[in-house]
């Protein structure tokens, strides 16, 4: 039969919050402290009381407090509570249907808060959405592309094999449309779309002369130049993804993408599903990450297994022989499991650690190649360190300067600002003082006007 013995609420949701914190970091607040002090039975070495917690980690610091009590955490302690919160309604009489619940759902979203620190520029989201966009553009592009080539070649099809870049080659089909109109007036348009080169768009130019390609009605010229316009426009906007990517990999993961690149980097962060992820995966499996195909086919026909899956796409695998590809991958997915903890769990981002990392991978290429040293695991974290505070201290200095500048700007504002008031009171009593001249003029002649009036009238009578 349980009973009873004691309540004693909390004053206030931040008093809960805050020993719901204590707590879960296993530390006994000031406040439970009291409660118990003020409900356990006096104990000894002779006479020992049982305590049970929910949480096991509270249990060695109400030890330390209580020497003589016996914290318990079994499964019977975790029954007893289940009961209590099932039949809580039937205990606290005064208690009103649904209190507790809400009671409990407050407390848990404001400590869901306090422990989440979320922030909007570190949403990883967003890269995973943009690298997926980025892929099937480029799929896109590249058929839309090739439709554009087939569909103005019939008109002029030596165009293709002068300007094989798809961009120029659409850019090019929306200045020409019509071959008959180039003449050799247009050599500097076509040089501009050309980069300035102004033999290729000679060739354009004689070409469209003595082109084989069949004339087209308006109508159809309308739909292909139709056609080439979005083709541009998807061109265009691929540039401005690629560049959003750019800048959100710097300010998420910016010492990932300094190793390895912004792509390369966005796609281990979208196939491992986040940068959290990714951070808690062993290199080995950061290695071969985009190769699961391969591996399960390996492991079931018992064959060799991928030495790498989307780290391929970096420079560093490009750049190493054939026999040291599988070396320096293995070497290269473990700078990036390194740079991608730094980038989750650090606070402020930097690109310290991932330039030493990168001068760390490039240095063990050289080994490979000419057998120099590489630079120790422990001088390069060194280097890195000092490089991030180099960079902090130029941060904070260049915060002080703006400080500065902006204290030297209040002041000048706040001087110009008192000069313009002196200004304008000494224009002010200037301008009192003149009416005031003016006023005793104006009394002064008519006083003489009024007397030579009553000598007049005096002189009459």
Known sequence: MIELVSFAPFKGAAQALENANDISEG????????????????????????LGVSDKNLGPSIKEI?????????????????????????????????????????LGHAFSRAKVKFSVQKNDNHIIQAIALLDQLD??????????????????????????????????????????????????????????????????????????????????????????????????????????????MHTVAPNLSTLIGEVVGARLISHAGSLTNLSKQAASTVQILGAEKALFRALKTKGNTPKYGLIYHSSFIGKASAK??????????????????????????TTAFGEVLKKQVEDRLKFYDTGSAPMKNSDAIKAALALNGADAEMKDAEEEEEEEVEVKSDKKEKKEKKDKKE???????????????????????????????????????
């Open 66 to 106: 209580f020497p003589n009590v016996d914290v318990l955490s079994n499964e019977i302690v975790q029954d007893f509570l289940r009961g209590i919160r099932v039949h809580g309604a039937k205990l606290f009489k005064d208690l009103q249907d649904g209190d507790i619940e809400r009671a409990q759902l407050g």
């Open 139 to 248: 799929k896109d592009i590249n058929t839309f592309a090739m439709r554009v080539k087939e569909w103005y070649g019939w008109h002029f099809p030596e165009l293709a094999k002068i300007v094989p870049d798809n961009y120029q080659y659409a850019k090019l089909a929306l200045f020409i449309k019509d071959k008959t109109s180039l003449t050799d007036d247009s050599l500097h348009d076509v040089a501009a779309i050309l980069n300035e080169d102004s033999g290729l768009a000679q060739r354009v130019i004689d070409n469209a002369k003595i082109s084989m390609g069949q004339d087209i009605s308006e109508q159809d010229m309308d739909n292909v130049i139709t056609f080439a316009q979005r083709v541009v426009n998807l061109f265009d906007y691929r540039q401005q993804l690629y560049k959003y990517l750019t800048d959100k």
């Open 423 to 461: 200004k304008k009171e000494k224009k002010e009593k200037k301008d009192k003082k003149e009416k005031k001249e003016k006023k005793d003029k104006k009394r002064k002649s008519d006083d003489g006007e009024e007397t030579p009036k009553k000598k007049k009238k005096k002189s009459k009578d």
């Open 27 to 50: 530390l006994v607040s000031p406040y439970l402290q009291s409660i118990l002090e003020l409900n356990l039975p006096k104990s000894s070495s002779k006479n020992r009381i049982a």
């Open 324 to 349: 040291n590809k599988g070396r320096i991958s293995r070497y290269l997915a473990n700078k990036c499991s390194i740079a991608s903890r730094i980038d989750n769990y650090s606070e402020e981002p």
